[in-house]
T-cell receptor, first 117, second 111 residues
Framework: NAGVTQTPKFQVLKTGQSMTLQCAQD?????MSWYRQDPGMGLRLIHY?????ITDQGEVPNGYNVSRSTTEDFPLRLLSAAPSQTSVYFC???????WGDGGNEQFFGPGTRLTVL | GQQLNQSPQSMFIQEGEDVSMNCTSS?????WLWYKQDPGEGPVLLIA?????ELTSNGRLTAQFGITRKDSFLNISASIPSDVGIYFC???????????FGTGTRLQVFP
């Protein structure tokens, strides 16, 4: 298994440009999520999905869109990039987020480092 | 948004020393996870805890789910240089499907 993969690894955008960050997992996980990591802020949840066709907002959703057409893929779209979106973006997946023992552990991709000028 | 209180923020220790860090929350959690992040990489899961009082080890790492369900501890024994990195706690309350992350403990180990 490749686990969680993310592309690109690095990206530089100009203000106002749009782009899509790709995320894929081959573990048949139901739950996928996007986080951004800024210095001193830990990981903040942008959007998440509990299964194909279902998405919901996290803590910092503004300026981002997501879709989940398949179990494997969960792309994150920046509609009109702003300097405030300069960050490291991580995609993560887990078997479930339901109650109970096990299966909630989230596995992270290697990250996309985005700079918006 | 809600974040966990993780302490200390940073630690500078000598190789061979033991390390202790913890996370506290104002809410009761049903899941505690501990991650390590190396520079330029994504967080990697170290230990998962699901029951109050649970004590789990992974090599030189030991983590505990606090009895009050509002805290968790991670201990590293006999630290080595490759322990360097940022350690994050993460937790989940009963009425949500989202994980909440601590702000991280940055660990430096000197030979």
């Amino acid at each position: 298994n490749a686990g969680v993969t993310q592309t690109p690894k690095f990206q530089v955008l100009k203000t106002g440009q749009s782009m899509t960050l790709q995320c894929a997992q081959d573990m048949n996980h139901e739950y996928m999520s996007w986080y951004r990591q800024d210095p001193g802020m830990g990981l903040r949840l942008i959007h998440y999905s509990v299964g194909a066709g279902i998405t919901d907002q996290g803590e910092v959703p503004n300026g981002y869109n997501v879709s989940r057409s398949t179990t494997e893929d969960f792309p994150l779209r920046l509609l009109s990039a702003a300097p405030s979106q300069t960050s490291v973006y991580f995609c993560a997946s887990s078997y479930t987020q339901a109650w109970g023992d096990g299966g909630n552990e989230q596995f992270f991709g290697p990250g996309t480092r985005l700079t918006v000028l | 948004g809600q974040q966990l209180n993780q302490s200390p923020q940073s630690m500078f220790i000598q190789e061979g020393e033991d390390v202790s860090m913890n996370c506290t929350s104002s809410s009761i959690f049903n899941t505690w996870l501990w991650y390590k992040q190396d520079p330029g990489e994504g967080p990697v899961l170290l230990i998962a805890l699901y029951k109050a009082g649970e004590l789990t080890s992974n090599g030189r790492l030991t983590a505990q789910f606090g009895i009050t369900r509002k805290d968790s501890f991670l201990n590293i024994s006999a630290s080595i240089p490759s322990d360097v990195g940022i350690y994050f706690c993460a937790g989940r309350t009963y009425n949500t499907d989202k994980l909440i992350f601590g702000t991280g403990t940055r660990l430096q180990v000197f030979p």
